[in-house]
């Protein structure tokens, strides 16, 4: 969970690299390095502790410059946040290279290096790839069979950039199972983990696949795969505008991500339904006649898409009356699978690259599912190019570690795919006509719930001090709760928990009192009755009540006189999970604001989890 950046140019490429690397710093923030070749035909390397600010301000201080060079913005994964663990690492001053994934076998070829005379300066599993470099070098004086053989005895998930003081102009790239691309220039060409740190030198990128091998010049890209064979990579135009990475009149990129969200959802929608239907073959021209034979559902997903899929699972079996599971990826991947008969895999992923997420996938090609669907939101990403039906969320860029408009657009996304499964399953027409329509009009409620910005951020105050919170809900609003107790967790650091509403007498009616707040949401849906006596059952303890309702009247009463009520559109009730996160976003952002912490980079957390 690293960021990469890599350059060869006609013109000097420091600025560029440290531009770069604060594009990729929601991949990780606690340490940055830069590494060129001077004019001298010299190795030059600045490494420091901390963001990448710190970087530039100690180029400012120490200057040197290049026209090759590789630079990188660490995620911990082996070793603490230190300048003698950050990237750039180096070999006897002559290769440098940078590295996002695991090399699971490091320990091995750390003793094997240290007998041949290497020393280490460093924790990390890194190092052991430059050294290795260096030693089949000093064999070949090839620096490709240098870097190929070195590759060959790395065992793990990795993604590379290497330069030589012996081949300046020269950059070299190596992907196995993390994501690297190849942006192309005039007069210079680049390499990084995401096309997002090149947007402002380029907008045409090659995707590199697993074991592909990159020899990039200023003038030229050639690729191997793993037999050595010179192969053809496409080359993809982004749209994406260079404006879109900034965060324009907004304090926190959280804040506007939150903020686009009707945006967003449009764009997911657009071309994809009509008035009062879901248009045709909208996840492939091979879908309509793979979802005729689904007999089964299995949503596999980690993190806040994990919530995504909890709440799907009710969507389907309700719409289309097709059983669905959902596992979080990590545990999936470790276990005896029974696969049912005739089942749909479906992965969900921001970034299309998280790694537990995409082993997933690739383990369920091997074993016969009937068919493999990707819902991402990054176009080229590995998960979309690896699944027979790839659907993109359109959520636009999302640079915030939590994610907000990626949630909401991959709900938007697994409703549409829970009307085709119903619809494919010969459900009648009339209630997707209404679920249709009503869907088209969310973008225009989640709007006005952002008008209420106000009423959150007064709730919030009463937070600040808080060490606990209590999120519940029930139905599709249980996975909700779910995902705005990690909102709460993930950016103001404050211990919260999401249960459903029916299980606070099995055991967390134990935690309420008067100092701990209770967010709930009750909407007028079947469960309103049970879900007011589950609220009965918190004020009789002296809980603190945060109610989300479309039910406002019903609050009137003196018992619950002194709970904090906003109001909510009322929807259908199975649409209802979209509307009902965006005020639990804006409360754990506004809590986070109020606490001072690093809302878009919180501490420990990367948003491309590409490492497991």
Not at 150 to 179: D, E, F, H, N, T
Not at 311 to 321: F, K, P, Q
Not at 330 to 341: G, T
Request: aromatic residues 6%; proline residues 4%.
């Amino acid at each position: 969970m690293c960021g990469i950046v890599g350059a060869v140019a006609k013109r000097p490429v420091a600025e560029l690299l440290i531009d770069g690397l604060k594009k990729l710093e929601y991949r990780g923030y606690d340490s940055a390095g830069i590494a060129m070749i001077d004019a001298e035909q010299q190795l030059k390397r600045l490494r420091v502790a901390g963001k990448v600010r710190e970087l530039e301000n100690a180029l400012h201080a120490h200057p040197f410059q290049g026209h090759t060079g590789i630079a990188h913005t660490r995620w911990a994964t082996h070793g603490a946040p230190s300048e003698k663990n950050a990237h750039p690492f180096t070999s006897h001053d002559e290769f440098a290279l940078v590295h996002n994934g695991i090399i699971e076998n490091h320990s091995l070829l750390r003793e094997q290096l240290q007998r041949d005379g290497y020393h280490f300066s460093s924790e990390t599993d890194t190092e052991v790839a430059v050294h290795l470099i260096h030693k089949n070098y000093l064999q070949t004086k090839d620096l490709l069979a240098a870097v190929r053989s070195a590759a060959s005895q790395l065992k793990g998930a990795y993604a590379l950039g290497i330069i030589s003081k012996w081949y300046p102009g020269r950059l070299i790239a190596v992907r196995q199972g993390s994501p690297l691309v190849i942006g192309k220039g005039l007069g210079e060409n680049f390499i990084a983990s995401d096309p997002l740190a090149l947007l402002s030198v380029t907008k045409q990128f090659i995707y590199l696949e697993d074991n592909d091998l990159a020899d990039v010049t200023i003038d030229s890209i050639r690729i191997y795969n793993q037999e050595q064979q010179v192969v053809h990579r496409e080359c993809h135009t982004l749209t994406i505008s260079h404006d879109a990475v900034e965060r324009g009149e907004y304090r926190h990129y959280m804040k506007k991500e939150i903020m686009e969200q009707p945006e967003a959802m449009a764009s997911c929608l657009e071309g994809r339904v009509a008035e009062d239907h879901v248009l045709p073959a909208i996840f492939g021209p091979k879908a309509e006649k793979i979802f005729s034979h689904v007999e089964h559902v299995q949503l596999i997903a980690c993190g806040t898409s994990y919530h995504a899929a909890m709440v799907t699972r009710y969507w389907i079996e309700s719409l289309a009356h097709v059983p669905c599971s959902v596992e979080i990826a990590s545990e999936f991947r470790y276990r005896e699978i029974a696969k049912p008969k005739n089942s749909l895999f479906v992965t969900l992923s921001q970034s299309g690259e998280t790694a537990d997420t995409l082993a997933a996938l690739r383990l369920a090609k091997k074993m016969d599912y009937l068919s493999t669907l990707a819902i991402c939101n990054v176009p080229g990403s590995s998960m979309i190019r690896e699944a027979d039906l790839p659907f993109l969320t359109r959520a636009g860029i999302e640079i915030g570690v939590a994610s907000t408009k990626a949630f909401v657009t991959q709900l938007t996304s697994l409703f549409l795919l829970a009307l085709v499964l119903r619809r494919s399953g010969g459900g009648d027409a009339a209630l997707e006509v209404e679920l249709v329509r009503q869907l088209r009009h969310v973008p225009a409620l989640v709007e006005e719930i952002l008008q209420q910005d106000v009423t959150i951020s007064n709730w919030a105050k009463t937070f600040m001090n808080k060490q606990h919170a209590l999120f519940i809900g029930r139905g599709t609003l249980y996975p909700i709760a779910l995902e705005g107790a990690l909102k709460m967790k993930e950016i103001s650091y404050i211990h919260a928990e999401g249960y459903p509403s029916g299980e606070l007498k099995h055991g967390p009616l134990a935690l309420v009192d008067n100092a701990i707040p209770v967010i709930t949401m009750v909407p007028g849906d079947a469960l309103l009755e049970k879900s007011l006596s589950n609220l009965q059952e918190v004020r009789a303890r002296g809980g603190r009540l945060y109610v989300l309702t479309d039910q406002a009247q019903l609050f009137q009463q003196d018992v619950f006189s002194d709970a904090q009520i906003m109001n909510m559109p009322s929807i259908h009730p199975l649409l209802n999970p979209i509307l009902y996160t965006v005020p639990l976003q804006l409360l754990a952002y506004h809590v986070a604001v109020l606490k001072g912490t690093d809302i878009d980079q919180p501490r420990n957390l990367a948003k491309s989890v590409t490492v497991e």
